[in-house]
């Protein structure tokens, strides 16, 4: 009887045993190290809004950019609040790898175009960098010809029409809806209208979503000039510093930016140095940027 | 004394004869045709372990794994659709009905019922599928159609590339006895 009851007992037990261990061990012997993974999507885009993210393109992959700025809110209902108006700026990038961009770039304010590679130094990881760091180097050259008028400047050799941007791009994802940036900048100008020739500035920006889909985004780039430096723009009018607000829709494929922002250029040398716009004052420029990925990536073929 | 031992035995026979099969590099890969472009990843690091006496299985799959051709749409893809840092991982626990003896070479029509969980989203499916046995080596094979809607995955209205509602998913997972 004692012998029988203790069989049971027994049996019972270790049979719930070897079945709750199976249960177990079945996801158990999955289990393996988590290996290191890096944050993406800091940013939606390459771009913030007028200035660079940490973000490249993937490697083998080709970007298409088109950027629009349209004219002055305040230009009136004549000029159908700056709507008749719009400078442009088309460029491709390039990954090169998932850490080197090479870019090219055309914009019709001065001919200017422009070249850049980025590379990211740092990548914000689950365990290992805080941070992600992307240094980014570009010059911008400017080749509209040269008049004898007033508004323009007078290039006597190619070298004058070279201006040279640098920067470290430092950002974190703090979550997924929220991002910072901070752009120590420096900007070289081979033949400023009127002021110094090196333009230090610190940029900060960043991304706040809203949605799934969309962000508010805004960008402030203050430049260090001394009270003595008058930096004028083309045409000898006062710029400011950079100030633009926006928001990002994600269309799947797209990425849509659209934008209000104080300067009217598009790339590094014209929002730090020819920012003309009194944002405070309704000096501002409705735009909007537009990227289209295409991949290049034959390694990834399609064995469905 | 001696019915203690026999205990003893009878309990370690039972534990014996659980073999587990297992891999950490099935395949899983998805295609959704769309009018713009063909979407299509696939995910070389799937997790399959079976238990041959009980029938068990168990699938799980980091999200963050599936490999995309276009790396931007891979970006959409975990951010937007799955969300794959609050769910990173897609689970199917079930238990093979009609397990055939996986000792004997062959080819088998098999089906798992059990539960599916994508997005955090556990819903009971029934897994239909072949299994083939040469040796220590068994592979499974299955294909499944999984509606967006049954685990919550939203389509954006503004979408240009319309995404199929039901997606056409292809298992191939080659397990090794352990």
Redesign the interface.
Known sequence: MK?SV??FL??FV??S??AR???D???K??D?PTSK?FT??TFKGTRLINGHTVETV?GK?LDFLISHRFGRLNSGVDNFYGLDEASIRLGLEYGITDRLTAGVGRSNIQKTVDLYLKYRLLRQSTQGSLLSVTLFASDAIVTEPTRSNASSTLYYNNGERQNWTFQALIARKFS?RFSLQLMPTLLTLAKPEQGPKAIPAVGIGGRFKIS??VSINAEYYARFLSESDQLTAPGGVKSYNAVAVGVD??????VFQLHFTNSQGMIEKQFLSQATGNFFKGDIHYGFNISR?F?F?RK????? | MKILSFLLAFALSFSAHAQLFLTQTGETRFFSKTPVEDISAVNKKVGVVLNSQTGEIVVRMAITDFNFPNKLMQEHFNENYLESEKYPYGLFRGKIQNLPDLTKPGTYDVSAPGSLDIHGVKQDRTMKGKITVQGDKITLQSDLQVALVDHKIEVPKLVFAKIAEVIDVKNQFVLQKK
Do not use: M, P, V, Y
């Open positions: 012998n203790l069989f027994l049996a270790c049979l045993q070897t261990a199976q249960d061990d079945l996801l012997s999955l393996q993974t993406s999507a993937k992959h997924d799934k889909r829709i994600e269309t799947g494929g797209h990925t991949s990536d990834t073929k399609k064995d469905w």
